[in-house]
């Protein structure tokens, strides 16, 4: 992609028109959002609820692309599901995000200085995750390395990442720099 013929100018942000009320002021300080397809497995999902279900934060997720949220039982009451794409608001009120691999997403997450864990089902998750991982802007997570104390401790991690934090501010800044759609 020779610099001549190509720009990138960061990810689209334009609003999407949700009708949903999400719930912000019953929430937690701290909020993670997860945005599953529906290449992501039940397996996946149950250790998210197991691992966030008694903690002190609030877990938004968001079921996109044919997902759904029957696949995994009972809600916890500090999830909060809905069917489908959010709004940007949600991003603009995350601490840290997870996905399931999908390059847009990963770089609205950027957009709003928010860290990433990258869950891989397929060579190019892990490939976009490794990237993340190489500039200390999140972490990726491996069906093969999935459990529920490797899952609570990258979130730990992220959360208290100096570097990483750090590092997301700089990529937030030059992401809004790059002008977007507008620009494109």
């Known amino acids: 992609f020779p610099e001549k013929n190509y720009v990138f100018t960061g990810p689209s942000m334009e ?3 949700v009708s949903c009320i999400i719930p912000f002021s019953a929430m937690n300080d701290a ?6 397809g529906c ?7 149950n250790y998210c609820y197991e691992a966030f279900k ?8 968001a079921f996109e692309n044919g997902a759904n949220a029957n696949i995994i039982g009972p809600i916890p009451d500090n999830f909060y599901v ?7 608001e949600v991003l603009k009120r995350t601490d840290l995000f997870i996905t399931d691999g999908s390059s847009t997403k990963i ?10 864990i990258v869950y ?5 998750d892990y490939y976009l995750a490794k990237r993340v991982e190489q ?31 750090d590092n997301i501010i700089i990529t937030e800044a030059e992401t809004k720099l790059m002008g977007g759609t507008l620009k494109a």
């Open 15 to 17: 609003n999407i028109k």
């Open 31 to 36: 909020i993670i959002f997860i945005s599953v």
């Open 39 to 45: 290449k992501t497995d039940s397996k996946f999902l």
């Open 54 to 61: 008694n903690a002190r934060i609030s877990v938004i997720i």
């Open 82 to 88: 809905y069917p489908a794409m959010l709004p940007k």
């Open 107 to 116: 770089n609205q997450a950027l957009f709003y200085g928010i860290p990433v």
């Open 120 to 124: 891989c089902n397929s060579r190019t």
């Open 135 to 165: 500039l200390n802007l999140g972490k990726k997570l491996t069906k093969k390395d999935l459990s529920l104390g490797r899952l609570r401790q990258i979130v730990i991690d992220l959360l208290k990442n100096d570097t990483i934090l």
